[in-house]
């Protein structure tokens, strides 16, 4: 199957910086990126999907403002948490797909997991 | 909306001992199921998928079954591995969303297989 890279795979924060989250399609362009999250013990939810060159739609509950992603090309998407705290410590994971109807599978990244202390 | 309900785990089994992993979702539409597996430092991958309900997806010795009417897709395999340890993740898209790709996923069971 096709590669995403997903970089860091672990970073710590103090509360208050912000935090860039890179995933990237090695060998193919990707035109639809998708960013989820995990908190412990719970599902991974749906973020927001990016697609390349327009704005993210963002799932209802997740705050535009808070969570930047840039989807500026076809190979690279990136997701900024701002100000972060400590309820933003959590897994969050990009998925990215060359969209060519129905059944098209996207591919997941390794994953980064987030810690503000 | 949506929703996936697995089995919690961790779940530990010796080798060549039988698994199943529980999996029933909630859906508004006509969802297409999907097991996904995390290896350890790695990104999640498609294990296998059914479309439409009675399909079985397979691949590398694991079944599921679209059951639409007890709304499962129960994972399973006879004899597992020392190398199926991972983290597996039971997901559902459904056709009236964007494309295929937008999952809802359950809570992931994290399998250990002991020699």
């Known amino acids: 199957g096709a590669v995403v890279s997903q970089h860091p795979s672990w970073v710590i924060c103090k509360s208050g910086t912000s935090v860039k989250i890179e995933c990237r399609s090695l060998?193919?362009?990707?035109?639809?990126m998708f960013w989820y999250r995990q908190f412990p013990k719970q599902s991974l939810m749906l973020m927001a999907t990016?697609?390349?060159?327009?704005?993210?739609?963002?799932e209802q509950g997740v705050e535009k403002d808070k969570f930047l992603i840039n989807h500026a090309s076809l190979t690279l998407s990136t997701l900024t948490v701002t100000s972060a705290h400590p309820e933003d410590s959590s897994f969050y994971i990009c998925?990215?797909?060359?969209?060519?109807?129905?059944?098209?599978?996207?591919?997941f990244g390794q994953g980064t997991r987030l810690t503000v202390v | 909306g949506d929703s996936v309900t697995q089995m919690e785990g961790p779940v530990t089994l010796s080798e060549e001992a039988f698994l199943t992993i529980n999996c029933t979702y909630t859906?508004?539409?006509?969802?297409?199921l999907f097991w996904y597996v995390q290896y350890p430092g790695e990104g999640l991958q498609l294990l296998l998928k059914?479309?439409?309900?009675?399909d079985k997806g397979s691949n590398k010795g694991f079944e599921a079954t679209y059951r639409k009417e007890t709304t499962s897709f129960h994972l399973e395999k006879g004899s597992v591995q020392v190398s199926d340890s991972a983290v597996y993740f039971c997901?559902?898209?459904?056709?009236?969303?964007?494309?295929?790709?937008?999952?809802?996923f359950g809570t992931g069971t994290r399998l250990t297989i002991i020699p």
């Open positions: 990016s697609n390349e060159g327009s704005k993210a739609t963002y």
């Open positions: 997901a559902l898209s459904d056709w009236s969303n964007f494309g295929n790709e937008k999952l809802t």
């Open positions: 060998d193919f362009q990707a035109t639809t």
């Open positions: 059914a479309t439409k309900a009675d």
């Open positions: 859906a508004t539409g006509y969802p297409s």
């Open positions: 998925s990215a797909s060359d969209y060519r109807g129905p059944n098209t599978e996207a591919f």
